[in-house]
Nanobody, 124 residues
Framework: QVQLVESGGGLVQAGDSLRLSCAASGRNFSTYSVGWFRQTPGKEREFVAA????????YYRDSVKGRFTISRDNAKNTVSLQMNSLQPEDTGVYYCAADKSLTIVTATVNSDYWGQGTQVTVSS
């Protein structure tokens, strides 16, 4: 069992930065791939970024490449998402998710474990 808690969301202006954190509890978190997803009202939850269990590989949706960076610290059981040059279209509730399968994390919204989400609002 893995519990995930997101933090770091807020209201910012276009061009600003935010750093989201996902704190995990439970056994063997370092064996899970972790992803960040976002959702806005009326839209499906979409993949944003993911990192494999060791942190050696990272994956991003095209629209955030070069602006967002995902990283993890397995000693602290945390995964972070550094978001730079934020745009209004980045607005949404951001969720972290964990699964043993990197494919499930990067290609689906069916990860085994999810956090409660943190709101990110970017004003123009």
């Amino acid at each position: 069992q893995v519990q995930l808690v997101e933090s770091g969301g807020g209201l910012v202006q276009a061009g600003d930065s935010l750093r989201l954190s996902c704190a995990a509890s439970g056994r063997n978190f370092s064996t899970y791939s972790v992803g960040w997803f976002r959702q806005t009202p009326g839209k499906e939850r979409e993949f944003v970024a993911a990192v494999n269990w060791s942190g050696s590989s990272a994956y991003y949706r095209d629209s955030v490449k070069g602006r967002f960076t995902i990283s993890r610290d397995n000693a602290k059981n945390t995964v972070s998402l550094q978001m730079n040059s934020l745009q209004p279209e980045d607005t949404g509730v951001y969720y972290c998710a964990a699964d043993k399968s990197l494919t499930i994390v990067t290609a689906t919204v069916n990860s085994d474990y999810w956090g409660q989400g943190t709101q990110v609002t970017v004003s123009s």
